[in-house]
C-alpha cells in the first residue's frame, strides 16, 4: 500500500493536524529558507510578491521541488482510527524522499493542468481510479464544484473559470490530506474569482480538508483565510490570525507590499435596511454601513476591508453630510512616511488605519491619545478591490 | 513480380516491422532521456543518435560488417550466446537498420516529449499516479501523433535501406535479401523490366502507406482546428 | 502501427499477385525443399546473367540446387573476409581471389580464370549506322570520334579500381589516344555502372564490357585483346564451405568446354589455357568472332 513505505508515528491525541516545515532551497539568484510548524486549519494563506518564494514552498511541500535541504512532516488524520499520524515526506539529512504520488497532497495549479484528451468526467475518472481508500462520492463532489453540465465536455473548450472548477474537483477526488492552492484564480475574471473563493469555502468546511492558499492578491486571501503567512525574500515575514497579520503589514516598511487597509471580520446585523445597505455590528454601540450584495445572504459573519486613504478624520461630529460611516475613536500611533501619516486609532477594541496628509495632520495638530471622528463612505466598505 | 522478388518483399517486411518494434521499444526511453536531460553530455548523445544521418550507409555498413564478423568481440559474443554466426544473419540486417533507422524515432519522440513538458506529468503524479502509470495515462495519448510519425518513418527508411544491408547482409536470398537490394540486383543485371515493376510496386506501396499514415493522424488535427476556432471566438 | 502495416502488407501484396506471371520461378534463386542447403555462389554482377543461363544445365545434369548471390567484387570480398556464407566466388576480376587465396580464406588451388572479359566501344549515337562503322577499324573509329567530337563525354570504369577500366586504359593508350581523350572521360564505379551511363543516354560513347552489349542486343566494335592486358575473371571455392564437393562440381561444369564456349558466346574473350589445364584442347574455335554480330 501507499502508505507502508512512509515514514509514520502517532501523535497524541487533542493536537491538531500540522505541517512542520524546516527547509533550504537554494538557486543561483533566490534561497528560500523555512522553519515553521504551520498548524493546518481552515485555509492558510501564503501571501508574498513574485519572487518571495510562495511557489517554490508549495512545490517542496508537494514533492516536485528535489533540491531541497531539510525536512518537513505532515500530521494528518489516519485512515482507519481518524487518529493523527505524522508522515515524513521528505528527510534529506536520512536521504529519504517522498514520491509525490505518495504523499497524499493534491495541488491546483494557476493553469489548471487538465489533461487535453480526456473529456471533463475523463479528468475526474482520473483521480477517482488512483485514489485508495475511497470515501467521497464522484457526483457530490460534482455537485460541490458546479460541473454537472459540463462532464461531457472536452477541456480546451472550457473557460478559464471552467477549467479551474473541474482542476479543483479533480484535486479533491484523489481525497488529499493536504490541498495547495498555487495562484488558482490569477488567470480568472472577478465573476469567477468571487465563485471559486465560495466553492473553496465550501468545499473546505464540508470535507474538513486543510488548505495552503497561495496568492500575490490579499483581497482573495482576505475573504477566505483564518491565518495568513507573509513571505518575502525566501524568508517567512509573519504568521498569524489573518487581520492581525494585514494590520502589522501596515506598518512593514516596505509600503508596495500591501495597500494599507483595516481587515474585519464582522456579523451582519441586517442585510439590507431597505435602502440597499447591509448593517455590520462592530461593536454594542457602533455600526458598519455597506452597500449590500447578493452575496451576503445566508452569512452571519462578514470579511471586509477599508483602505485607509478611503478614511477621512474629523474633529467634531460630522453631520448634514452624505458619508454613512461616522466612528468614534482615540488616536493610538501617528506614524510618518514622506508626505503622508498613517494613523492607528482605536474604536473600542477594534484598531482602524487611515492615512492623511501630513499637511493636514499639521493643519488639524492630531496627536496621540486626542479624540476623532472617522467618516467613509458605505462604499468603501469592501470584500475586493475591483 | 516472381517468387525470388515476393521471397524478398517477405523478407522487407519481416526486417522493417521488427526493426520498428524494436525502435519503439529502446527508442522511447532514450528519447525520454534525451529529452529530460540537461547534463551537457547531451550535445554527445544526440549527436551519436544523428550520425546515421551524415554517415554515408556503407561506411556504416563496413564497420558493422567488422563488428558483426566472428573475428571481433560483438559478433563473438553474439556466436556464443545463441550458437549462429551474427554477420549475413537475419538478425544481423534488422540490428543494422535498428541503429541506422534510429535517428528517424528517437528524434520525433524526443520532440514530444520536449514540447509536452513537465506540467502534466507533475499533475498525474499529484494525483497518485505512478512513473510507469503517467506514461501509459498521459504520456502516450498525447504524443499518438508522434509516435505514429516514428514508427512510420522509421519503417518507411527501414524498407528504403540499401548501403548498410548490402554490406552486413550479403544479399541471401529468404535471409537479407531484401526489396532494395533485389531492385538492384535487376538494375545490374540489366533486367530492366523486373526492376521497373519492383520499383513501381515500391512507390505505389510506399504511397500508400504514407497516405494511410496521414489518414490515420487527420481526425486529431480536424479536432484541433476546430478548437482554435472556437479559441479565436472567444 | 498494426493497421499501418496490416495495410502495407495488404497493397504489397496485392501488387505481387496482380503482376504478371509472364516470368517464371527461377529455381535458382528460391530456397531448397529438402534439407540440404542450396550451393551459395557469389558472383560479379557483370557474370550473373551468364551464370544463370548455365546453372539451369548444372541443376539438370547434377541434381544440385544453387543460390545465386549478385553483387559487386569488391563488397563480396569484404564480406568472405568477414565471414560470409558463400561457397564460391566468382570474381570480375583476378586480384581478390588471389588476395583471398594468399590470406588462406580458399580452397587450395581452387582459383581459376572462368571468363575473360572483351572491351568493346558504343556509341549510342553511332550505332544506327553500325554496318558502315563495322568496315572501320578501331583505331580509326575513335581518332575520327576525336577529331569530329573532341568534347563529348566518353564513358569507361575506373582504371584505378575495375579491371575493365584498367583494360580499357590500356587500350586507349596502346592507341595512343590516352592523352586525348583522358579530359574528356566519365568514369564508371564498375563496368555496370559505365553501361548503365550509357544505356540511359546520358553519355553517347564509351568502352564498355562486350558481353553487355550481347546481353542487350546491342552492338559495338570489339576491341582487340592483344591491346590490353587480360581481363581475367576468376573463381575460388571458399575453405569454410561446407558443399565443397558441388563447388568442385561447380568448378569443373565452369570450364568445361561446353560451357566455355557458352560463355564465349555471351560476349566474352576465348580464355587462355594457362591457368585451366582441363581447357588446354580446346583453344582452336575462333568463337570470337560470334560475339560481333
Known sequence: MMMSNAKLNKVPAGDCPQLDINIRVSYQQFELAINLPIPLKGITGIFGHSASGKSTLLRAIAGLEKTLIGDITLTSDGVADKALVSKTLVNSEQGY??????????????????FGHLSVLGNLEFSVKRCKNRQLDLNEVIELTELTTLLEHQVNQLSGGQQQRVALARAILAEPKLLLLDEPLSALDQHSKTQLLKMMLNIQKKLNLPMLYVSHSLDELQQVCDTLLVLAKGKVVNFGNIHQIIHQLNNFDDPTLIHQ?????????????????????????????????????????????????????????????????????????????????????????????????????????????????????????????? | MINSDLQALVTTLEMAALTTLILLIIGTPLAWYLAKMTSRFKVIIEAVVALPLVLPPTVLGFYLLIAFSPEYLPGQLWQQTTGQQLAFSFSAIVIGSVLYSLPFVVQPLQKAFEQLGDSLLEAGALLGAGPIDRFFSIVLPLTKASFI???????????????VILMIGGNIPGETRVLSIALFDHVEAFDYARAHLLAISLLIGSMVLLAAIYWLNLPKRNNNKNLNQVRSIK | MLRILLVSILVM????????????????????????????????????????????????????????????????????????????????????????EQAGYTLKSSRKTYATGQLAFYSSSLSSNANSLSQLSIEEILSIDQLRKPSARFAIANPDTAPYGKAAKEALTHLGLWQAYESRLVKGINI?????????????????????????????????????????????????SKQQAAAEKLSHFLLSIESQNRIVSYGYAQTKQVNNANNANNANKKLSELTAK
Open chain 2, 149 to 163: 510519425t516514428a514508427a512510420s518513418l522509421g519503417f518507411a527508411h527501414t524498407v528504403g535501406e540499401f548501403g
Open chain 1, 97 to 114: 524522499y517522498l514520491k509525490p504520488e505518495a504523499r497524499q497532497i493534491g495541488l491546483v495549479f494557476q493553469n489548471s493542468r487538465l
Open chain 3, 13 to 100: 501484396n496485392l501488387l505481387a499477385v496482380n503482376s504478371s506471371q509472364a516470368y517464371q520461378s527461377n529455381v535458382n534463386d528460391s530456397k531448397n525443399e529438402d534439407n540440404s542447403k542450396p550451393l551459395r555462389i557469389a558472383v560479379a554482377s557483370n557474370f550473373t546473367p551468364v551464370l544463370k543461363v548455365l546453372l539451369e544445365d548444372f541443376t539438370k545434369q547434377t541434381g544440385i540446387k544453387s543460390q545465386v548471390i549478385s553483387g559487386a567484387s569488391g563488397a563480396m570480398f569484404l564480406q568472405i573476409k568477414y565471414g560470409a556464407p558463400f561457397d564460391v566466388f566468382l570474381s570480375a576480376d583476378s586480384r581478390r581471389p588471389k588476395e583471398l
Open chain 1, 261 to 386: 487597509q483595516t481587515s474585519l471580520s464582522l456579523p451582519i446585523k441586517q442585510f439590507n435596511n431597505g435602502h440597499g445597505l447591509a448593517v455590520l455590528a462592530l461593536n454594542a454601540e457602533q455600526d458598519i454601513y455597506l452597500t449590500s450584495d447578493k452575496a451576503f445572504e445566508n452569512q452571519t459573519q462578514l470579511r471586509c476591508f477599508i483602505l485607509a486613504s478611503d478614511i477621512s478624520i474629523a474633529l467634531t461630529e460630522p453631520s448634514n453630510s452624505s458619508i454613512v460611516n461616522h466612528l468614534f475613536g482615540t488616536i493610538k500611533q501617528i506614524s510618518h512616511r514622506k508626505n503622508k501619516v498613517l494613523l492607528t486609532i482605536n474604536c473600542g477594541s477594534q484598531e482602524f488605519f487611515v492615512t492623511i496628509s501630513a499637511f493636514s495632520q499639521q493643519k488639524l495638530s492630531l496627536n496621540s491619545r486626542q479624540q476623532v471622528y472617522l467618516q467613509f463612505k458605505a462604499s468603501a466598505v469592501r470584500t475586493f478591490i475591483h
Open chain 3, 192 to 240: 555496370g555502372q559505365t553501361f548503365t551511363k550509357l544505356r540511359s543516354k546520358a553519355v553517347t560513347r564509351g568502352i564498355v564490357a562486350n558481353s553487355q552489349l550481347v546481353l542487350n542486343n546491342l552492338s559495338g566494335v570489339i576491341i582487340p585483346s592483344s591491346y590490353h592486358q587480360a581481363i581475367e575473371q576468376q573463381l575460388v571455392i571458399i575453405r569454410r
